[in-house]
């Protein structure tokens, strides 16, 4: 099992698990009062279209947590920088999770053209 922890300080941080239960994360790189939230998840999560979709959606709700704390919902331009803290921590952990499913998943759901 894989951790990271979405973090406004370190974007995400990704850990081995030395058990099943445990969780390691550089303690070192986070600030004491950034919000965070840890996301868990087995390699094989992210190896199927299912198992990415809900990774991913668990991804996002994580980015949204962390920075709806940050930058409260509004119409002003905290609304607009929560949105960038949002698609930058969702952005940063799919790139290190590093799966081809899950990187499809994201991108159809922000809206990515394939290249080509």
């Given amino acids: 099992m894989k951790t990271f922890v979405t973090t406004a300080a370190a974007t995400a941080i990704f850990a081995a698990l030395a058990g099943a239960g445990s969780a390691l994360a550089d303690e070192s790189t986070e600030s004491a009062d950034a919000p965070s939230e840890v996301v868990k998840y087995h ?3 992210a ?6 979709e809900r990774l991913y959606s668990r991804i996002h709700a994580a980015a949204w947590h962390v920075c709806s704390d940050m930058f409260p919902a509004n119409n002003g331009p905290d609304a607009l920088e929560g949105l960038r803290c949002i698609r930058t921590l969702t952005d940063d952990a799919v790139k290190q999770v590093n799966s081809p499913q899950l990187t499809e998943v994201y991108e159809q759901r922000e809206g990515y053209a394939p290249p080509g």
């Fill in 43 to 45: 390699s094989s999560d």
């Fill in 47 to 52: 190896t199927t279209a299912g198992g990415a």
